[in-house]
């Protein structure tokens, strides 16, 4: 559970959803669907193999000494190289692709919400250590379940549900590997929840 919902990871599971399922709450109801799966994919680069390429540099030359972070030291330079390769994608989504960005502002605006969860996640590792997992996963719900209550999309409501059930399960695996404990378990749920719904609210 925790490697298939890597944090990394929920971004691709967000927008593969939103493409795939109500395109037309981005205004990219009128592409079709290859146009749609290259999207997916520059996303699923910019927010999956570019960070994931970083850390594992990190990991070659020392700077990291675990892959999975488990320590306090070794999250927090990932976390903030990572949430500057998030902000730097949702600029690229933003400015410069100004096709894209006119038909489709919020595939950015999303980009960049997921970037301040992450900034927020690293200044808490430096004292403390969060759930990622939960603020990953956390965030996909939030974001899902603002879209369904703000506009009324009923079509959201089963990949909602299973979603839910995930994130149960993410947070069980997180505690039964000893990862986290009940707290951090909480507060990583409540930071995805609140920023992703804040975003929809106020930005979509």
């Not at 795939?20 to 520059?42: H, T």
């Not at 894209?100 to 301040?116: D, H, K």
């Not at 990583?188 to 609210?201: D, E, I, N, R």
Request: positive net charge; contains cysteine.
């Amino acid at each position: 559970m925790s490697a298939v919902f890597h944090p990394l990871l929920m971004p691709t599971l967000l927008f593969a959803l939103l493409l795939f399922r109500v395109p037309a709450v981005l205004g990219l109801d009128a592409f079709s669907v290859s146009l749609r799966l290259s999207l997916l994919i520059l996303i699923f680069v910019g927010t999956f193999m570019t960070p994931t390429l970083l850390i594992y540099y990190l990991f070659r030359t020392g700077y990291v000494k675990n892959l999975k972070m488990t320590t306090l030291s070794d999250r927090r330079l990932p976390y903030f190289l990572t949430a500057l390769v998030y902000t730097i994608t949702a600029y690229l989504f933003t400015y410069q692709m100004q096709g894209l960005s006119s038909l489709a502002p919020e595939v950015g605006t999303l980009i960049a919400s997921i970037a301040v969860s992450i900034l927020l996640v690293g200044l808490i590792s430096l004292s403390w250590q969060i759930s990622a997992h939960c603020v990953g996963i956390a965030g996909v719900v939030g974001v899902i379940g603002g879209l369904m209550l703000k506009f009324s999309i009923t079509d959201l409501f089963f990949p909602l549900l299973l979603l839910v059930m995930l994130t149960g399960f993410v947070a069980s695996a997180r505690l039964r590997l000893n990862a986290h404990n009940p707290a951090q378990i909480l507060a990583g749920l409540a930071l995805g929840l609140t920023v992703s719904l804040l975003t929809v609210v106020w930005l979509i």
